[in-house]
């Protein structure tokens, strides 16, 4: 078995995203992490279910990433799709399972979280716009899902709204980078049926309602003014640059590093967001 081939079906980059969120989600809605061993199950559950919808993704999407992502585990042939659906139902069975020992309601939102994953494969991704919107959704939960292992939610929800609206933005640039392979394959995306530069158009309106909405948790006095400075620089001038260069230039390359630097910049609005919780 090659076991390298599989760390890269599930993604681990996202997978530790996740499990970052659902802890910063427990730590935001309570102040802390207790209890400790709900929160690791929960953030553990949140890597496997991400895990597992990565791995079905590329397991529907083997003959676009034949185009767009040759060296991805099944196109290059390190894993058949018959293993990575194996490995996709099975990370699937795992966490869902899991959540029972959180509480009923992490279990509800790990069964939907599951079944949306698997529809999302099958049939949603091929449905221009909403299918980033249920990613952004999806992400979103991350945190929520925090604040349901701790028994409070309150707290998750401002770092949630400013997923759901990363995740849509970063989506659309996504697509953009994948024209070429969705195209090829029968997909349909923002960019195939609009066009590139109408796809940023709409890429840009999340991004605007992301950049205007950062100060806001500040104003109203949620966070400090060491949230302020570093989602300020670490972030909303990022994604600044980011809409200007796919402004003058839409194209798939551009798309991509775009993509990869909102991947990494995830990072930074977590530590904004928790260094806005700190009382230094």
């Known amino acids: 078995m090659n076991l390298y081939a599989y760390i890269q079906l599930a993604r681990p980059l996202n997978g530790l995203i ?21 929160v690791i199950i929960a953030s553990a559950i949140a890597l496997m279910l991400l895990s597992a919808g990565n791995a079905i993704n590329d397991y529907f999407d083997v ?34 399972l899991l959540s029972l020992i959180v509480n009923w309601v992490a279990f509800l939102i790990a069964l939907f979280v599951s079944l949306t994953l698997i529809f999302y494969a099958g049939k949603l991704r091929k449905l221009p716009l909403l299918s980033n919107l249920v990613v952004a959704l999806l992400t979103s939960l991350t945190f929520i899902y925090g604040g349901v292992a701790v028994g409070k939610i309150s707290g998750a929800l401002i770092p949630a709204v400013f997923a759901f609206l990363f995740t849509s933005a970063r989506e659309i640039v996504k697509d953009i980078q994948d024209v070429d392979g969705d195209q090829a394959t029968g997909m ?90 700190l009382k230094l």
């Open 18 to 38: 996740a499990f970052l969120s659902v802890i910063f989600g427990a730590f935001l809605a309570s102040g802390n992490i207790n209890p400790v061993f709900d």
């Open 63 to 96: 003959e676009s990433d034949k185009i767009n992502k040759p060296k991805r585990p099944i196109p290059s042939g390190k894993i058949s799709k018959h293993s990575a659906l194996t490995f996709s139902i099975l990370l699937f069975i795992i966490g869902t």
């Open 188 to 277: 349909s995306s923002l960019a195939i049926k609009y066009g590139n530069k109408k796809a940023v158009y709409i890429a840009l309106i999340f991004f605007s309602l992301l950049i205007i909405a950062s100060p806001i948790p500040y104003l109203l006095d949620y966070y400090s003014i060491y949230y302020l400075l570093c989602v300020f620089f670490g972030v909303d001038i990022v994604l600044i640059f980011c809409m200007i260069s796919l402004i003058r230039q839409p194209s798939k390359s551009v798309a991509g590093r775009i993509a990869n630097i909102m991947k990494f910049d995830i990072f930074i609005g977590l530590i904004a967001i928790y260094l806005g919780n």
